[in-house]
């Protein structure tokens, strides 16, 4: 393990252990998710090669930690989304520490804080009906589209509609996803379904994520973990246990190459 990545890995858990406590004392509903539930299975912590944390959130319990995580959280600390930053590009939500630096350099006219980030994705309901649901997931997968052409324009490569959708107003790109959202968020909780807008999209049996407290160890903390996180690992990466090929075990730091990382400022 590098020096570097495991100095990163030391700031995003220092922003798990702030949003731990914030949703402690707020009462806010969390879950470790992809990546860094994988690691607290199989590892007891990070994947040793890993450079991020991703955490999931029922939508509405995410609304009220953009409100108390400003007021409440480590001023070395900002959560932020579209709501926040008018260039921000991505259907979730990240906390950062403001005072490093992990950015693409592609990306770098940008105008947003690109401190190193832990990933909030938001946990929305489907319908039960299922060509509503469907609609719902076209629907919120052309939301996501929409909102990444801020990032898009940078990739040569881009196709036609995607070069098009560039060109919508950032106002709009905000409504359209605050519409399709809102429109998942009126359902409550009472549905069969939930969608995840991580890699790519996914989508769970609520039961899955929901129905029963339990807490797995990572690093030196007990941290809250899907109800059937056996379960939802195998959707994610099948024999999760078994050991990985050595051309497979890269984070975001090796696989991107080109990102320029600042652990402090």
Same mark, same amino acid.
């Given at each position: 393990?590098?020096?570097?990545?495991?100095?990163?890995?030391?700031?995003?858990?220092?922003?798990?252990?702030?949003?731990?406590?914030?949703?402690?004392? =707020?009462?806010?509903?969390?879950?470790?998710?992809?990546?860094?539930?994988?690691?607290?299975?199989?590892?007891?912590g990070?994947?040793?090669?890993?450079?991020?944390?991703?955490?999931?959130?029922?939508c509405?319990?995410?609304?009220?930690?953009?409100?108390?995580?400003?007021?409440?959280? =480590?001023?070395?600390?900002?959560?932020?989304?579209?709501?926040?930053?008018?260039?921000?590009?991505?259907?979730?939500?990240?906390?950062?520490?403001? =005072?490093?630096?992990?950015?693409?350099?592609?990306?770098?006219?940008?105008p947003?804080?690109?401190?190193?980030?832990?990933?909030?994705?938001?946990?929305?309901?489907?319908?039960?009906?299922?060509?509503?649901?469907?609609?719902?997931?076209?629907?919120f997968?052309?939301?996501?589209?929409?909102?990444?052409?801020?990032?898009?324009?940078?990739?040569?490569?881009?196709?036609?509609?995607?070069?098009?959708?560039?060109?919508l107003?950032?106002?709009?790109?905000?409504?359209?996803?605050?519409?399709?959202?809102?429109?998942?968020?009126?359902?409550?909780?009472?549905?069969?379904?939930?969608?995840?807008?991580?890699?790519?999209?996914?989508i769970?049996?609520?039961?899955?994520?929901?129905?029963?407290?339990?807490?797995?160890?990572?690093?030196?903390g007990?941290?809250?973990?899907?109800?059937?996180y056996?379960?939802?690992?195998?959707?994610?990466?099948?024999?999760?246990?078994?050991?990985?090929?050595?051309?497979?075990?890269?984070?975001?730091?090796?696989?991107?190459?080109?990102?320029?990382?600042?652990?402090?400022?």
């Open positions: 393990m590098s020096g570097l990545l495991r100095d990163i890995q030391h700031v995003e858990y220092g922003m798990l252990r702030e949003l731990d406590r914030v949703c402690r004392l =707020n009462g806010i509903r969390y879950f470790l998710g992809q990546g860094t539930l994988l690691g607290a299975a199989k590892y007891g990070f994947i040793p090669w890993d450079d991020d944390i991703d955490v999931l959130v029922p509405r319990d995410l609304e009220r930690l953009m409100e108390v995580f400003p007021r409440e959280g =480590n001023k070395e600390y900002m959560i932020t989304d579209s709501s926040v930053e008018r260039h921000y590009p991505m259907t979730w939500s990240k906390i950062r520490a403001v =005072n490093t630096l992990s950015r693409p350099k592609k990306y770098a006219s940008i947003i804080n690109w401190g190193i980030c832990i990933d909030l994705f938001p946990i929305y309901p489907l319908s039960d009906f299922a060509p509503l649901r469907k609609l719902e997931i076209f629907l997968k052309a939301a996501n589209k929409i909102m990444l052409a801020e990032f898009t324009r940078f990739d040569g490569r881009r196709g036609p509609l995607t070069r098009a959708l560039e060109f107003p950032i106002g709009f790109r905000h409504f359209f996803h605050r519409f399709v959202t809102g429109r998942m968020k009126a359902h409550g909780e009472g549905t069969r379904y939930v969608l995840l807008p991580c890699k790519g999209t996914k769970v049996e609520r039961r899955v994520i929901f129905g029963g407290e339990k807490r797995l160890q990572f690093e030196d007990l941290y809250p973990v899907p109800a059937d056996h379960a939802y690992l195998t959707l994610n990466f099948g024999d999760y246990m078994a050991p990985l090929p050595e051309d497979q075990k890269k984070g975001h730091e090796q696989r991107i190459g080109d990102i320029e990382w600042k652990v402090s400022l």
